[in-house]
Structures are given as structure tokens and as C-alpha cells.
């Protein structure tokens, strides 16, 4: 099979030295991609700026603004058999692009900049790029993590919302660990508290469980597995 992952953050330039972003680290999305490509699937891993090492045996695609990585989607996504959005996509741009750097005004104790809004790549993948396969979002939330993710899975038309507590110190953004809750339209699993790389596998082991496949990770990965 094929999966189509994107992951890391956005950058929404302002002008030739700033830009907008997150604090994504793209940590989770690209152990998702590592343990895809151990079950011995095909992966396409589309990703913003980050600093992490490339997983091996995946096909990697950088790109940095929320139109780029939209427009990789769109071209990527017809042959995917799964795909899952980890990125921390910008929801707003800069209207105006300056082409100059924007120099500090003397007296100016404040800068009004002017937003608007991005593409929705996740909210895109059905209605407008006509995707059928199996389709995981993710949730990054500081508050009522069900509630979000059951909205988003109906909202987007996902099969598949994993939900996680960025509120805090030690999971989330930035760091090795995470805790992802998984919501489906017929279940909530806790999947609890693991590494990033752990939490890689269970969320591609879910994905083909959902497919009503599975995987041992072991190398190499038996037929029978996917």
C-alpha cells in the first residue's frame, strides 16, 4: 500500500527575513513515516522546515508554506491508499508579502498585520481532491480533546482523528513523548502515554487494523502482515 503523510510545521512568509509559524517539530509525523515504511509499505512523506533526519525508504517532499505543501497533496494524493495529516498547517498568511524587510517606525509602538485564511488540506482531501481511501487527521488541542476530534472527524470526513494535549510540558510540541487519543465513529481509545517512535506504530498498526490488515514490525515484514 501507499501512504501519503505530511508533517512538521508551515512557514507564511511576511517578508524577505520573517515569517509566521508554529512550534511543531515534525517529530510526529516522521516516526509515523518511519514505522510505515518498516510494515513495508510505500510512504510519500511531504514535510515543512524541520531539523530531523529523513526515515530511510521513504519518498520525501519538503515544502514550506500551507499553498506548497497543499498543491504536493493534490498531486500525490490520487495514488495513496492512506493518508495521514500530522502537519501543523498554518490556519492564516500574511495578506501582503513585503518586499523589503519591514523596518521598525520610529514612534510605532504597535504593527497591525492583516491575515487571511489558508487552504484546509485536511478539510480539502475529500470534496475537492476527491480522495477514497482510508483518511487519519490529527488533533492538536489544549482543551476538550474529544469533543474536537469527534467534530473534526465528522467535519473533514476522516476515518481516523488522533487527538493530543499540546497544554503541557511534556507532550506535545518539542519533545520525544506524546499521548494520543484515537476517535473513530464507532470508538475513543486512550492509547496513553509513549515515545513518539512507539506511538508511530500504534498509530500505523490502528490504521491497518482499520483496513483489517496488520503488522508485527518485524524486518523484514512478513507478506501476511499488509
Known amino acids: 500500500m501507499t501512504f501519503l503523510i ?4 508551515t512557514r507564511e512568509p511576511l517578508d524577505p527575513v520573517r515569517y509566521l509559524t508554529n512550534r511543531s517539530s515534525g517529530k510526529m509525523g516522521y516516526a509515523i513515516a518511519e514505522a510505515a515504511a518498516l510494515s513495508g509499505n510505500r510512504v510519500i512523506l511531504i514535510s515543512g522546515p524541520t531539523q530531523l533526519e529523513i526515515p530511510d525508504g521513504v519518498d520525501f517532499i519538503p515544502v514550506e508554506t500551507a499553498q506548497e505543501m497543499f498543491d504536493v497533496v493534490l498531486k500525490w494524493i490520487d495514488i495513496a491508499d492512506v493518508a495521514i ?32 485564511k489558508n487552504v484546509d488540506i485536511l478539510g480539502s482531501a475529500r470534496a475537492l481532491m476527491g480522495f477514497s481511501g482510508l483518511l487519519v487527521g490529527f488533533a492538536a488541542e489544549t482543551e476538550n480533546l474529544e469533543q474536537y476530534a469527534k467534530s473534526k472527524l465528522k467535519k473533514k470526513g476522516c476515518d481516523i482523528v488522533f487527538a493530543n494535549d499540546v497544554s503541557g510540558a511534556d507532550t506535545g510540541f518539542d519533545v520525544d513523548q506524546n499521548a494520543l487519543l484515537m476517535v473513530t465513529k464507532n470508538q475513543t481509545k486512550d492509547l496513553g502515554r509513549h515515545s513518539k517512535k512507539e506511538l508511530g506504530k500504534m498509530v500505523v498498526q490502528a490504521t491497518l487494523e482499520h483496513l483489517g490488515k496488520g503488522c508485527r514490525f518485524e524486518e523484514p515484514c512478513p507478506p501476511e502482515c499488509c
Not at 6 to 9: D, V
Not at 92 to 112: D, F, V, W
Request: cysteine-free; overall charge positive.
Open 6 to 9: 505530511t508533517a512538521g510545521p
Open 85 to 116: 495529516f500530522t502537519a501543523a498547517v498554518a490556519d492564516y498568511r500574511p495578506a501582503n508579502l513585503a518586499e523589503q524587510k519591514i523596518k521598525k517606525q520610529e514612534g510605532q509602538n504597535r504593527m497591525t498585520l492583516e491575515l487571511v
